[in-house]
């Protein structure tokens, strides 16, 4: 007896409540008598006549009474009848044209039980695009490697269904559509050739389709070019298969960046299923949601252009629409349901009422501005079960089967993806709406759960960048020709299934073997990814470092040379760091670093690794050096020259002041942050000192929520601050470390403060570097409390920040964004820029990518602010622990943050962001020259000539014998540039993955370049 008080929690809506809901939504009770009620719908649903004619359905639910007989009249004639104890009865009436009040009847052996009226109104005649497809959770359901096995097995299931209903009508042929390629690429690579062929065969018939994405990706968190690189088996399908790949499925996560539109452009893709999850965090009505309308263009500031299909019904539904309405439960589900559905999306702005998903908003919120969809067709997805990572099924394509024949309308077909688009396209393309800009991603917070891991995969897709231009930049001198290529794909690879949205199981804070409950499993292997990204970026950069430097010849009177390369595209003055081994040097040697453009000694620190303490660490001294004005993407040899002395570090005292050139930084010990940064060029103080928060301090929060609890994030509604149950900022600073070197000056600083066991800020100013470095390191214990750390950078500017970098593309105040797009926080690649009246300020991070602007917010729907809006702050939002399923349920460990400022004259912004941005991203990379060519003391491999224009990477051409130039523009609108590579005699223009290249005109080794409005191209040069 006990057993039946105890249900499972899931945390999702239940599918016979959704239902039920659905019935009431679309009924009225038309008439109460006796105890008998009747509830009439007037449905889209329409079946031909003996005389050809159309007859639309009236459907009426009766409850509480006995046998009755029912009739619709028109005056005396009657338009249609029904006899018997149904309790649903379906009545066919000649179609109308207009409005129209007919008389309903209810007789029992007695004779008139009650009457009436009844309004029949017109119906559209629907198309419904059944697609069938499953939703790729790597994980969550299960551990990642037996989730990938079973999609394998799906394709295996979806050929032998596709013959079974090779006989069929068109529309009633089974179809599948690949939602994510990653399966169907290992299934290509793994199958019998004759499987394979016919595969092949049956996408190129439309009976299966590929969509574009390898995996569901949270866009935000991938760089600009992993995300181009994870499309490019779009053509790699192509080629080798003959499939063409049409549209693109976005799953489950509620957002995607602005440089989706251009990247799915560039692999020839123009139409995108979006089917977001809103789970309850998402709560897109109050940031301008419900004026989105389910098809929409969605434009780039470049001018591309995706068709997208929005599938607006809460929670996972969006992507189960088709389960909902029972078109994988049987067809005389479907047949109750799904014209009720169409019947409520025709009339209402959404086809469920408000709480219907567990979704909760204020009053009046749902769908207050949104129109009811206009076209006459639907796009449904449905998957084989009620739940991720399901199969496919037989009974979508048997129910269409039945109903085509059973009703005119609607009009049922088993459709790939992309057959949706093209029908839209042609008959309504010209009523759909246009919107520009970034579809920020709700769930985008889930990042910083998993700080560490992700730190370590921002860092890489920097590091994967420089080490791929180092190995082209040595193919091309050497003539050599190596598997680095191969392998910085395999790496990018690695980055995105990190990237991939499924950060652990449905239940993370379990460890069971299988099943949603193998958290502690998934997140191993998740992380171990991210990990394994970083490490081989880092083992690719040191190869491409050594295999450039073998190309370049030492000065012949120095104990050594060093080749420094600037993997950025702008000139700059900045820190290049380097080992500089005992057998070539011996530690006790003084030695000086000498420019070879000048001869001028350049300004280092030296740190010796001492044999006792680091037996297993190669011997010697790492050095930081200073060296001014290296050329973007040019390079500049150090001469190791021997020297009287080894400077020795100043101590600067316990004052916490240090200072450079164009800096001077005041750390405020008593209240634990930095009490002042002042401009010398300027005059001015960058800390905002009457700001709520301090400069740089540690914020500490708390939620007064349970942990362990599957979607309880999701269902909880905080309009204010009641559940912050405690904040807390770093206490008891102590200076440790202030030193000054010919290099710059250092300021080390360790705090106490809640929720970490230790907190160590280290400032550095570098001497003649105009930018501000500050590192925090954190050493925390695991907890399945919910927090939050913050750091805050509180600046003294007159508004909100004017622009930061987003994936593709770049976000603003000022800048336009999908409708419903989250605006509580910002998920940024890595800098922020400030235009003052006066002057410009940019501010920097490298492994934390979430921001909030003024404020920060409860992290419970619908977020509000905590504190009163201060525009000029920056809250970077380090680490959480605040979602109860899908992503990490705690984290621990020590932990690594970077962050960088700057400050200039009046100007651009973006320009600011991207140099300050810099130092972080693409630091200087310094190498031994190891080769016998002739000495070389600087150089330009190639540049450009327009600030706004960035060479983000050089690599192999995936064509051919030359190199990919990378490009991607700043500006707000189009750009023309020139870029100069010396000894390039042809080239080709393409988007971002040399797909259909056009030829450019070369003279001299230049080419002038035009880039849209924030756009991303390829030069592939050929000497």
């Given at each position: 007896?006990?057993?039946?008080?105890?249900?499972?929690?899931?945390?999702?809506?239940?599918?016979?409540?959704?239902?039920?809901?659905?019935?009431?939504?679309?009924?009225?009770?038309?008439?109460?008598?006796?105890?008998?009620?009747?509830?009439?719908?007037?449905?889209?649903?329409?079946?031909?006549?003996?005389?050809?004619?159309?007859?639309?359905?009236?459907?009426?639910?009766?409850?509480?009474?006995?046998?009755?007989?029912?009739?619709?009249?028109?005056g005396?004639a009657?338009?249609?009848?029904?006899?018997?104890?149904?309790?649903?009865?379906?009545?066919?009436?000649?179609?109308?044209?207009?409005?129209?009040?007919?008389?309903?009847?209810?007789?029992?052996?007695?004779?008139?039980?009650?009457?009436?009226?009844?309004?029949?109104?017109?119906?559209?005649?629907?198309?419904?695009?059944?697609?069938?497809?499953?939703?790729?959770?790597?994980?969550?359901?299960?551990?990642?490697?037996?989730?990938?096995?079973?999609?394998?097995?799906?394709?295996?299931?979806?050929?032998?269904?596709?013959?079974?209903?090779?006989?069929?009508?068109?529309?009633?042929?089974?179809?599948?559509?690949?939602?994510?390629?990653?399966?169907?690429?290992?299934?290509?690579?793994?199958?019998?050739?004759?499987?394979?062929a016919?595969?092949?065969?049956?996408?190129?018939?439309?009976?299966?389709e590929?969509?574009?994405?390898?995996?569901?990706?949270?866009?935000?968190?991938?760089?600009?070019?992993?995300?181009?690189?994870?499309?490019?088996?779009?053509?790699?399908?192509?080629?080798?298969?003959?499939?063409?790949?049409?549209?693109?499925?976005?799953?489950?996560?509620?957002?995607?960046?602005?440089?989706?539109?251009?990247a799915?452009?560039?692999?020839?893709?123009?139409?995108?299923?979006?089917?977001?999850?809103?789970?309850?965090?998402?709560?897109?009505?109050?940031?301008?949601?419900?004026?989105?309308?389910?098809?929409?263009?969605?434009?780039?500031?470049?001018?591309?252009?995706?068709?997208?299909?929005?599938?607006?019904?809460?929670?996972?539904?969006?992507?189960?629409?088709?389960?909902?309405?029972?078109?994988v439960d049987?067809?005389?589900?479907?047949e109750?349901?799904?014209p009720?559905?169409?019947?409520?999306?025709?009339?209402?702005?959404?086809?469920?009422?408000?709480?219907?998903?567990?979704?909760?908003?204020?009053?009046?919120?749902?769908?207050?501005?949104?129109?009811?969809?206009?076209?006459?067709?639907?796009?449904?997805?449905?998957?084989?079960?009620?739940?991720?990572?399901?199969?496919?099924?037989?009974?979508?394509?048997d129910?269409?089967?039945?109903?085509?024949?059973?009703?005119?309308?609607?009009?049922?077909?088993?459709?790939?993806?992309?057959?949706?688009?093209?029908?839209?396209?042609?008959?309504?393309?010209?009523?759909?709406?246009?919107?520009?800009g970034?579809?920020?991603?709700?769930?985008?917070?889930?990042?910083?759960?998993?700080?560490?891991?992700?730190?370590?995969?921002?860092?890489?897709?920097?590091?994967?960048?420089?080490?791929?231009?180092?190995?082209?930049?040595a193919?091309?001198?050497?003539?050599?020709?190596?598997?680095?290529p191969?392998?910085?794909?395999?790496?990018?690879?690695?980055?995105?299934?990190?990237?991939?949205?499924?950060?652990?199981?449905?239940?993370?804070?379990?460890?069971a073997?299988?099943g949603?409950?193998?958290?502690?499993?998934?997140?191993?292997?998740?992380?171990?990814?991210?990990y394994?990204?970083?490490?081989?970026?880092?083992?690719?950069?040191?190869?491409?470092?050594?295999?450039?430097?073998?190309?370049?010849?030492?000065?012949?009177?120095?104990?050594?040379?060093?080749?420094?390369?600037?993997?950025?595209?702008?000139?700059?003055?900045?820190?290049?760091?380097?080992?500089?081994?005992?057998?070539?040097?011996?530690?006790?040697?003084?030695?000086?670093?000498?420019?070879?453009?000048?001869?001028?000694?350049?300004?280092?620190?030296?740190?010796?690794?001492?044999?006792?303490?680091?037996?297993?660490?190669?011997?010697?001294?790492?050095?930081?050096?200073?060296?001014?004005?290296?050329?973007?993407h040019?390079?500049?040899?150090?001469?190791?020259?021997?020297?009287?002395?080894?400077?020795?570090?100043?101590?600067?005292?316990?004052?916490?002041?240090?200072?450079n050139?164009?800096?001077?930084?005041?750390?405020?010990?008593?209240?634990?942050?930095?009490?002042?940064?002042?401009?010398?060029?300027?005059?001015?103080?960058?800390?905002?000192?009457?700001?709520?928060?301090?400069?740089?301090?540690?914020?500490?929060?708390?939620?007064?929520?349970?942990?362990?609890?599957?979607?309880m994030?999701?269902?909880?509604?905080?309009?204010?601050?009641?559940?912050?149950?405690?904040?807390?900022?770093?206490?008891?600073?102590?200076?440790?470390?202030?030193?000054?070197?010919?290099?710059?000056?250092?300021?080390?600083?360790?705090?106490?403060?809640?929720?970490?066991?230790?907190?160590?800020?280290?400032?550095?100013?570098?001497?003649?570097?105009?930018?501000?470095?500050?590192?925090?390191?954190?050493?925390k214990?695991?907890?399945?409390?919910?927090?939050?750390?913050?750091?805050?950078?509180?600046?003294?500017?007159?508004?909100?920040?004017?622009?930061?970098?987003?994936?593709?593309?770049?976000?603003?105040?000022?800048?336009?964004?999908?409708?419903?797009?989250?605006?509580?926080?910002?998920?940024?690649?890595?800098?922020?820029?400030?235009?003052?009246?006066?002057?410009?300020?940019?501010?920097?991070?490298?492994?934390?990518?979430?921001?909030?602007?003024?404020?920060?917010?409860?992290?419970?729907?619908?977020?509000?602010?905590?504190?009163?809006?201060?525009?000029?702050?920056?809250?970077?939002?380090?680490?959480?622990?605040?979602?109860?399923?899908?992503?990490?349920?705690?984290?621990?460990?020590e932990?690594?943050?970077?962050?960088a400022?700057?400050?200039?004259a009046?100007?651009?912004?973006?320009?600011?962001?991207?140099?300050?941005?810099?130092?972080?991203?693409?630091?200087?990379?310094?190498t031994?020259?190891?080769?016998?060519?002739?000495?070389?003391?600087?150089?330009?491999?190639?540049?450009?000539?327009?600030?706004?224009?960035?060479?983000?990477?050089?690599?192999?051409?995936?064509?051919?014998?030359?190199?990919?130039?990378?490009?991607?523009?700043?500006?707000?609108?189009?750009?023309?540039?020139?870029?100069?590579?010396?000894?390039?005699?042809r080239?080709?223009?393409?988007?971002?993955?040399?797909?259909?290249?056009?030829?450019?005109?070369?003279?001299?080794?230049?080419?002038?370049?035009?880039?849209?409005?924030?756009?991303?191209?390829t030069?592939?040069?050929?000497?």
């Amino acid at each position: 007896m006990t057993s039946r008080l105890l249900q499972a929690s899931l945390g999702s809506p239940d599918y016979d409540g959704i239902r039920d809901a659905l019935r009431q939504d679309t009924s009225t009770e038309v008439l109460a008598v006796r105890g008998l009620s009747v509830r009439a719908s007037v449905l889209p649903l329409f079946k031909r006549g003996a005389d050809g004619g159309l007859r639309q359905a009236v459907r009426l639910a009766l409850s509480g009474g006995g046998p009755v007989d029912v009739a619709l009249k028109d005056g005396d004639a009657e338009l249609a009848s029904a006899t018997g104890a149904e309790q649903t009865v379906t009545l066919l009436v000649p179609e109308v044209d207009g409005p129209r009040r007919v008389t309903l009847e209810v007789r029992d052996a007695d004779g008139l039980v009650g009457a009436a009226p009844l309004d029949i109104t017109p119906q559209r005649k629907w198309n419904v695009f059944v697609v069938h497809h499953s939703h790729l959770d790597i994980g969550y359901t299960d551990t990642q490697g037996t989730v990938l096995r079973h999609h394998l097995d799906y394709l295996d299931a979806a050929l032998r269904l596709a013959r079974e209903t090779d006989g069929r009508p068109d529309d009633a042929r089974f179809r599948w559509s690949v939602e994510s390629s990653m399966p169907a690429l290992r299934w290509l690579s793994s199958r019998p050739d004759d499987q394979v062929a016919e595969f092949v065969d049956r996408a190129r018939a439309g009976d299966i389709e590929i969509t574009a994405f390898p995996m569901q990706l949270h866009t935000e968190a991938c760089s600009t070019e992993e995300l181009y690189r994870q499309l490019r088996f779009v053509e790699h399908l192509r080629r080798t298969y003959g499939i063409e790949v049409r549209s693109a499925m976005h799953t489950d996560i509620p957002g995607a960046v602005a440089g989706t539109v251009d990247a799915l452009n560039a692999a020839g893709v123009r139409y995108l299923a979006a089917a977001h999850n809103w789970a309850g965090r998402s709560v897109p009505y109050i940031t301008g949601g419900d004026r989105l309308a389910r098809p929409f263009r969605w434009r780039s500031p470049g001018g591309g252009e995706l068709i997208v299909w929005f599938t607006d019904t809460p929670h996972g539904m969006a992507y189960m629409e088709g389960n909902t309405v029972g078109l994988v439960d049987g067809y005389d589900l479907a047949e109750d349901l799904l014209p009720r559905y169409l019947g409520s999306l025709a009339d209402r702005p959404y086809p469920y009422g408000p709480g219907t998903f567990g979704w909760y908003a204020a009053p009046g919120q749902v769908g207050a501005a949104k129109d009811p969809d206009f076209l006459d067709a639907v796009h449904l997805r449905v998957q084989g079960a009620h739940a991720d990572n399901a199969g496919p099924s037989i009974v979508p394509a048997d129910i269409a089967h039945r109903w085509n024949e059973t009703w005119a309308y609607p009009r049922l077909r088993m459709a790939a993806n992309a057959d949706f688009f093209a029908y839209v396209e042609e008959h309504h393309g010209n009523r759909l709406q246009t919107h520009e800009g970034d579809w920020t991603d709700w769930w985008a917070d889930g990042l910083g759960s998993g700080a560490r891991p992700l730190g370590h995969v921002r860092r890489a897709q920097n590091i994967l960048r420089s080490a791929e231009t180092l190995h082209a930049l040595a193919d091309d001198r050497s003539g050599d020709r190596t598997g680095a290529p191969a392998e910085i794909d395999e790496a990018y690879d690695r980055a995105a299934l990190f990237d991939e949205h499924t950060w652990g199981a449905a239940n993370p804070w379990e460890d069971a073997e299988e099943g949603g409950d193998s958290g502690g499993l998934q997140w191993t292997r998740k992380s171990q990814v991210g990990y394994q990204a970083h490490d081989d970026a880092l083992d690719l950069l040191q190869a491409g470092a050594g295999r450039l430097g073998a190309t370049f010849g030492a000065a012949p009177d120095a104990l050594a040379s060093f080749l420094v390369v600037n993997p950025g595209t702008a000139a700059r003055t900045d820190v290049a760091r380097a080992f500089l081994p005992r057998d070539v040097v011996a530690p006790d040697v003084p030695i000086t670093l000498v420019d070879a453009r000048t001869g001028d000694p350049v300004p280092h620190r030296e740190e010796e690794v001492d044999p006792d303490e680091w037996p297993t660490r190669p011997i010697g001294r790492h050095l930081e050096a200073v060296l001014p004005d290296v050329p973007g993407h040019g390079h500049v040899r150090v001469d190791v020259r021997p020297a009287a002395t080894t400077p020795e570090p100043a101590d600067l005292g316990l004052d916490g002041t240090i200072e450079n050139e164009f800096y001077r930084v005041a750390y405020d010990v008593k209240e634990g942050h930095i009490g002042s940064v002042f401009d010398k060029a300027a005059g001015r103080e960058l800390v905002n000192t009457a700001s709520v928060a301090g400069f740089g301090q540690y914020v500490y929060d708390r939620y007064a929520t349970a942990p362990h609890f599957n979607h309880m994030s999701g269902h909880m509604l905080v309009h204010d601050k009641t559940m912050l149950g405690d904040r807390a900022v770093g206490t008891h600073a102590t200076v440790t470390r202030a030193e000054r070197t010919p290099a710059g000056e250092r300021l080390v600083i360790e705090q106490h403060g809640k929720g970490v066991d230790w907190l160590r800020t280290t400032i550095d100013l570098y001497a003649g570097v105009p930018r501000v470095d500050v590192r925090y390191q954190l050493g925390k214990q695991p907890t399945a409390a919910k927090e939050a750390v913050f750091f805050a950078f509180p600046f003294a500017v007159d508004g909100p920040p004017d622009a930061w970098e987003l994936t593709g593309g770049v976000g603003g105040t000022g800048v336009p964004s999908v409708p419903g797009s989250a605006e509580h926080m910002r998920p940024i690649r890595h800098w922020v820029a400030f235009e003052d009246p006066e002057m410009t300020v940019a501010w920097a991070t490298l492994e934390a990518p979430l921001v909030q602007f003024g404020s920060i917010h409860m992290p419970y729907a619908p977020f509000p602010p905590t504190l009163d809006q201060e525009d000029g702050t920056v809250y970077s939002w380090a680490l959480n622990n605040i979602w109860d399923t899908n992503f990490p349920s705690q984290q621990q460990g020590e932990t690594t943050f970077r962050y960088a400022f700057a400050s200039g004259a009046a100007g651009s912004g973006r320009r600011l962001g991207a140099r300050t941005a810099a130092g972080l991203t693409d630091p200087l990379v310094a190498t031994l020259a190891t080769g016998t060519a002739p000495p070389a003391e600087s150089g330009t491999f190639l540049r450009v000539d327009d600030p706004d224009v960035l060479v983000t990477s050089v690599g192999r051409a995936r064509d051919g014998d030359g190199l990919a130039v990378r490009l991607q523009s700043l500006a707000a609108g189009t750009v023309e540039t020139r870029l100069h590579m010396p000894g390039v005699t042809r080239a080709l223009l393409s988007g971002g993955l040399e797909r259909d290249p056009a030829e450019l005109p070369v003279r001299d080794g230049t080419m002038t370049v035009r880039l849209p409005a924030c756009g991303v191209v390829t030069v592939t040069v050929l000497r």
